[in-house]
């Protein structure tokens, strides 16, 4: 494994800090990923600096083979499961000599049981290095998903039927052991492959009509369409992912829902299963909860600035109510958890009430709701105040009681942390009104409010730089014109004067989409006295949004084109999210 020799590299030459060291690599083990993927995916060393390390350190050229479509027949010189075990891949052949890139150079069982198969065919064997991502994309082409499918479709339609009555024969007993046994298990695991490969949220199976069955994952906030199948396979479908999530199989009238902890690329990944029935087949959806997804700080989400500073600041306060706000899936809750990472102390004792636990966070207590069983996020804050909390993190203000006790809590000496659904954060405080709480309460509790949206990235191998039309330029003037911290001539072209915009043109790494990965953009209302007098003697909504304004608040679309001007995202994405 790539740890000690490998982090004292980097402490050497000023990258890394022991101490800095000491926790990735704990994060990097608690997390059940390689350091390397830590590094890299939370872009704290390059992978080019990986990879010189790797190359300079054991000797070995760098494979270059971004992009790149391997032969199958160089492909499958070594077996699909050795080379995913040991995270190596064959990319070419000379003669009598194979090439391979691994990806840990230091694993010399990998290169044992490479010599071994080389051996067999009369092969010698020339080694070289490559990044992690890089030799995941490359195992992905072993067999493509459109391969499986088609493999999987050529079996007999009775074939299948046969298999979903003999899954409910031995339901009970042995439960999944005739669906495992199925070509169907190979679909859905490779639906659950390209998922977690491609970085999906979410993935949907659907019937369409009586013809077809649609795969779909949530790639970066959006769902792809990823395929189609006949739809015979439905029902086997479905089947087979009830039994991974110990589902009922011969329930179809009501909904349900489960979980189920797989392994894939070394690591475990949890997944939330949801079976919805419809008017005749059922509905799924897999919510993937990947840890390699996880995001550790609130400048990893893409908070910068001096919003970055008041949030910190705000969060040294004894007491107060702190509120994430924007529509469902804008990332309301990975803020949340981003500052409680800053929080968690030794010293403090903190208690979440969360509908679902989407991730564990050592040290932080916390406590999944059941609302079927009473068990709700206002009754959950009764029992949390009598467990000494010093903070308390509520999933989401949803009804009066619960905005009440968070109110009362956060007035009686916690610091509250919680979710709401408004359109901006400034639309907090009439929507709080309107829940029953006095603004003379609210006045004396709220500490700050975040309003948010999640944009895809532009992707960082594809990304070209344009100049913006005469329309455009003056539109951005205009919309900076009274930003009194913002200086425009950065992004200007030193040549015309107009501004330079970025896009992605598509590449194979985004899959000619543009994107990769997704960051905030954000608005923060800073609590000050005079917003809390006007706060209390109920003014106009608007003259408290033109008071937060002219104390510094960037609105969020502003927020939004300043991303889009630093290359980070497109005025597309700005606009698209901007109508949520």
């Known amino acids: 494994m790539l740890n000690d020799r490998f982090l004292q590299f980097f402490i050497n030459q000023n990258k890394l800090t022991e101490e800095q060291a000491k926790k990735f690599l704990e994060e990097s083990k608690s997390m059940g990923i390689s350091l390397e993927e830590y590094l890299i995916d939370y872009l704290i060393i390059p992978e080019e600096d990986i990879l010189e390390y790797k190359s300079t350190t054991y000797k070995l050229p760098v494979a270059e083979l971004y992009g790149k479509t391997i032969s199958p027949d160089i492909l499958r010189i070594i077996p699909r499961q050795v080379a995913e075990n040991y995270r190596l891949v064959a990319f070419g052949k000379e003669g009598n000599v194979l090439k391979v890139a691994l990806s840990d150079p230091s694993d010399f069982k990998a290169r044992e049981a490479v010599s071994f198969l080389a051996r067999e065919k009369g092969l010698a064997v020339e080694y070289y290095v490559a990044?992690?991502?890089?030799?995941s994309k490359i195992l992905a082409q072993y067999k493509g998903l459109a391969a499986t499918v088609k493999e999987v479709v050529s079996t007999t339609q009775s074939e299948f039927a046969s298999q979903i009555e003999e899954a409910k024969m031995v339901i009970g007993k042995k439960p999944g052991e005739a669906v495992e046994a199925a070509p169907i298990t190979r679909l859905v695991d490779s639906f659950l492959n390209y998922a977690v490969e491609h970085k999906a949220s979410d993935l949907h199976i659907e019937a369409l009509g009586d013809e077809k069955t649609r795969i779909r994952c949530r790639i970066d906030g959006l769902l792809r369409e990823t395929a189609i199948l006949p739809i015979y396979l439905h029902s086997a479908i479905v089947a087979r992912i009830k039994v991974m999530a110990n589902l009922k199989l011969d329930e179809t009238r009501i909904p349900q829902d489960g979980r189920v902890a797989i392994t894939m690329a070394k690591r475990k990944v949890d997944l939330r299963v949801s079976v919805l029935p419809l008017l005749d087949k059922e509905k799924v959806v897999i919510r993937i909860l990947d840890p390699l997804q996880r995001i550790t700080t609130l400048e990893d989400l893409g908070f910068w600035g001096k919003d970055l500073e008041i949030i910190k600041k705000e969060l040294n306060r004894p007491?107060?109510?702190?509120?994430?706000?924007?529509?469902?899936?804008?990332?309301?809750?990975?803020?949340?958890?981003?500052?409680?990472?800053?929080?968690?102390?030794?010293?403090?004792?903190?208690?979440?009430l969360e509908d679902p636990v989407e991730y564990y966070l050592e040290g932080v207590n916390q406590s999944q709701i059941k609302p079927q069983l009473g068990y709700t996020f206002a009754t959950g804050l009764r029992s949390v105040v009598r467990q000494d909390p010093d903070i308390i993190m509520v999933g989401e203000i949803r009804d009066n009681e619960t905005a009440e006790l968070a109110v009362h809590s956060a007035l009686t000496g916690h610091i509250v942390l919680s979710t709401l659904h408004t359109n901006n954060a400034i639309g907090t405080i009439p929507r709080l009104i309107d829940m029953k709480i006095e603004p003379f309460l609210l006045s004396s509790c709220l500490n700050f409010v975040i309003g948010q949206r999640l944009v895809r990235k532009i992707c960082p191998k594809c990304k070209e730089e344009y100049l913006a039309n005469t329309a455009l330029n003056l539109e951005i003037e205009k919309m900076f014109k009274e930003v009194k911290d913002v200086d425009l001539s950065e992004f200007r072209d030193k040549k015309t004067g107009q501004f330079r915009l970025y896009k992605g043109k598509g590449c194979a790494y985004c899959g000619q989409e543009g994107y990769v990965g997704r960051t905030v953009i954000f608005e923060v209302a800073h609590i000050t006295d005079r917003l809390r007098e006007m706060i209390s003697n109920r003014e106009d909504i608007n003259k408290i949004e033109q008071e937060v304004i002219s104390k510094g608040m960037l609105p969020i679309i502003k927020e939004g084109y300043l991303k889009a001007l630093k290359g980070i995202t497109t005025l597309e994405e700005i606009l698209r999210v901007s109508e949520e």
């Open 131 to 135: 990044g992690a991502s890089t030799i």
């Open 319 to 352: 007491y107060g109510l702190f509120l994430a706000t924007g529509p469902t899936g804008c990332g309301k809750t990975t803020t949340l958890y981003a500052i409680l990472k800053i929080l968690n102390k030794a010293e403090v004792n903190i208690v979440s």
